[in-house]
């Protein structure tokens, strides 16, 4: 689920299967590795309590039935037509009665995910139900240990995500603040993924070019478009399993699995 106001992060050619989620279109690795950033939603961290307990909970409210694979289907879909919308304009951008149509819209993709069709004003009723909800959002539990890790290694951490909200305050107020270099938001940099500008703030602030940064996130076209075409190397984590058979640049599902990504690439700071 892509809380409202946020948008809801290696390109080297290895040619064949690199065993890290398929073909790698990668390509002119010229320099060391100095900086990874990530994405926040759904890379970094996560509902609490999970997505689908919060979607289960407002379907019921409409005698729907739920499960988890069909809420992953959902969320897949109607995140698309989230990168969709953030491309166009952020959410913040739009008058409350268009943000309200668009959950809307977006609420009803999820449904059909899991096997519902119904139209917007029952959609709508979901969404809302949503939010009546208390729910707060939590550190997947492989974040602290990869981010402390990567900074000891001598990597620049950076989180980039299109929230509306101060970038530090995002990382003091969920909890990684001390394992990250820097934090920037849609707010402190007046952009958001995938626009360029939000990866350029990122390097300036890392100090590296493009193709010493990594960026790691789950949405293909916020976060791994973007990243691509600012010229960064992108690796897609993919924790609901959504894109199993993407295979332009390397996939995981999990943070402990990113370290086995730096080290195909052999490359590391200082080497």
């Given at each position: 689920?892509?809380?409202?106001?946020?948008?809801?992060?290696?390109?080297?050619?290895?040619g064949?299967?690199?065993?890290?989620?398929?073909?790698?279109?990668?390509?002119?690795?010229?320099?060391?590795?100095?900086?990874?950033?990530?994405?926040?939603?759904?890379?970094?961290?996560?509902?609490?309590?999970?997505?689908?307990?919060i979607?289960?909970?407002?379907?019921?409210?409409?005698?729907?039935t739920?499960?988890?694979?069909?809420?992953?289907?959902?969320y897949?879909?109607?995140?698309?037509?989230?990168?969709?919308?953030?491309?166009?304009?952020?959410?913040?951008?739009?008058?409350?009665?268009?943000?309200s149509?668009?959950?809307?819209?977006?609420?009803?993709?999820?449904?059909?995910?899991?096997?519902h069709?119904?139209?917007?004003?029952?959609?709508?009723?979901?969404?809302?139900?949503?939010?009546?909800?208390?729910?707060?959002?939590?550190?997947?539990?492989?974040?602290?240990?990869?981010?402390?890790?990567?900074?000891?290694?001598?990597?620049v951490?950076?989180?980039?995500?299109?929230?509306?909200?101060?970038?530090?305050?995002v990382?003091?107020?969920?909890?990684?603040?001390?394992?990250v270099?820097?934090?920037?938001?849609?707010?402190?940099?007046?952009?958001?993924?995938?626009?360029?500008?939000?990866?350029?703030?990122?390097?300036?602030?890392?100090?590296?070019?493009?193709?010493?940064?990594?960026?790691?996130?789950?949405?293909?076209?916020?976060?791994?478009?973007?990243?691509?075409?600012?010229?960064?190397?992108?690796?897609?984590?993919?924790?609901?399993?959504?894109a199993?058979?993407y295979?332009?640049?390397?996939?995981?599902?999990?943070?402990?699995?990113?370290p086995?990504?730096?080290?195909a690439?052999?490359?590391?700071?200082?080497?």
């Open positions: 689920m892509t809380p409202p106001g946020w948008c809801l992060t290696v390109h080297v050619a290895l064949a299967s690199n065993g890290l989620g398929g073909r790698c279109r990668i390509s002119g690795v010229t320099s060391h590795i100095r900086a990874v950033f990530f994405d926040l939603y759904d890379t970094l961290i996560g509902f609490d309590p999970p997505r689908e307990v979607q289960g909970r407002a379907m019921g409210t409409q005698g729907l739920s499960d988890k694979d069909g809420i992953d289907a959902g897949a879909m109607a995140d698309s037509l989230m990168a969709e919308q953030t491309a166009q304009a952020p959410l913040s951008a739009l008058t409350a009665e268009a943000q149509d668009f959950f809307a819209r977006y609420e009803q993709l999820i449904l059909r995910g899991a096997g069709d119904v139209d917007l004003q029952t959609a709508g009723d979901v969404w809302r139900a949503v939010r009546r909800q208390e729910y707060g959002f939590a550190l997947y539990p492989d974040v602290t240990p990869a981010l402390d890790s990567l900074r000891a290694d001598g990597y951490i950076g989180v980039i995500t299109n929230m509306s909200r101060p970038g530090e305050d990382a003091e107020t969920m909890g990684f603040r001390d394992s270099d820097f934090t920037l938001s849609s707010m402190d940099v007046g952009a958001s993924k995938p626009d360029p500008q939000m990866f350029r703030a990122a390097l300036s602030r890392a100090g590296v070019d493009p193709i010493q940064a990594v960026h790691v996130g789950d949405q293909l076209e916020t976060d791994i478009d973007g990243a691509r075409a600012a010229g960064l190397n992108p690796v897609l984590i993919d924790r609901h399993s959504a199993t058979d295979d332009d640049c390397p996939r995981i599902t999990t943070l402990e699995e990113f086995a990504v730096l080290k690439l052999r490359i590391s700071p200082g080497e």
